[in-house]
């Protein structure tokens, strides 16, 4: 069974930085993309930032743009998140998220705390 696993969640102060990982337990063919998502306490789950297959395309959300940047490493499909000048309400649980033609496939969750 396939198993996505993040890590690099921590405690940081504002202004810092963190970086995210997160990598397939076994490869998973036909992967269209590769995403972020987010979930801070008492809100609903949000979109953070999505790259293509091909790691040429990349989105984000429009809050977050400047400030996060989405890469992959698509031989060892694994997906990495660079968060920068992060900010209390970048407090989350951060999901990744691989999706396929078929099905989506998500991670358990990386705390990501900011305090001020």
């Known amino acids: 069974q396939v198993r996505l696993v993040e890590s690099g969640g921590g405690l940081v102060q504002a202004g810092g930085s963190l970086r995210l990982s997160c990598a397939a337990s076994t490869r998973i063919l036909g992967i269209r993309a590769m995403a972020w998502y987010r979930q801070a306490p008492g809100k609903e789950r949000e979109f953070v930032a999505e790259?293509?297959?091909?790691?040429?395309?990349?989105n984000y959300a429009d809050s977050l743009k400047g400030r996060f940047t989405v890469s992959s490493d698509n031989a060892k499909n694994t997906v990495f998140l660079q968060m920068n000048s992060l900010k209390p309400e970048d407090t989350a649980v951060y999901y990744c998220n691989f999706k396929t033609g078929f099905r989506a496939y998500w991670g358990q969750g990386t705390q990501v705390t900011v305090s001020s």
């Open positions: 790259i293509s297959s091909t790691g040429d395309s990349a």
